[in-house]
Every structure is written in C-alpha cells, then in structure tokens.
C-alpha cells in the first residue's frame, strides 16, 4: 500500500523533527500533493491515523495541499494550469503539451510544534 510508505516516511520525519525540539510535539503536518502523484486522500489519512499512534505525533493533524498539474505551452511561452488532467492541453490556445511543469509533487511542507503540555 502507497499510502501506507508515505504515511510511516512523513510520521518519521516529523517524530525526527520533534525530537529535536525538546519539550515539543508535533501539531500539524502539512503536505503538498499533485494531481499526478497517484496518492488516495482517503486512503492517506487513514494510513496517517494509523501510523500516528503511539508516536509523538498522536492526534496530530494532516493538511493537504492539492497542486493543479501545469504543462509549459510553448505556442504561448508560458506555464498554464490544466483545468483537467484529461487533456494535456493549453487551455488558452489549445497547443498539447506533455511537458509537465507541476503536479508530480509529493512534498513535506511544514511541520507545526507546540509545547507539550506539562504533566
Ligand atoms: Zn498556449
């Protein structure tokens, strides 16, 4: 399961983050996700719940950042967003285009700490 090796890598990174971080734990983990990353929102999230238990990123909450897929026209010498990943097409002037400029991403884009509450 995809899901699940993104899951563990990003808790891992994040638990990593944290250690550094005495006295902390971790809040909120926000990812970029491409349209083109092949990734299972749902399927994610759950693999995160999953993976957060028992780590210092219990309860932590997951973010994701949808990123459009955007192709460079060179008819217009320009990065346009597709508006559908139907057709790898301008949507401005029509020219096809496969040269993906985004939406491939699968990035970690922030990790938030707090301070742990005192026991
Ligand atoms: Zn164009």
Known sequence: MHELSIATYVVDLATQHASQHEGSRVA???LRVGS???VHEAALRF???LVCEGTPLKGAELHIVAVPVSVWCAAC???RELPSIQRFACPVCGAPSADIRAGRELDLESIELVE???P
């Open 47 to 49: 693999s995160f719940d």
């Open 28 to 30: 909120a983990v926000t």
């Open 77 to 79: 010498q320009a990065e």
């Open 36 to 38: 083109l990353s092949c």
């Open 116 to 118: 742990a509450a005192l």
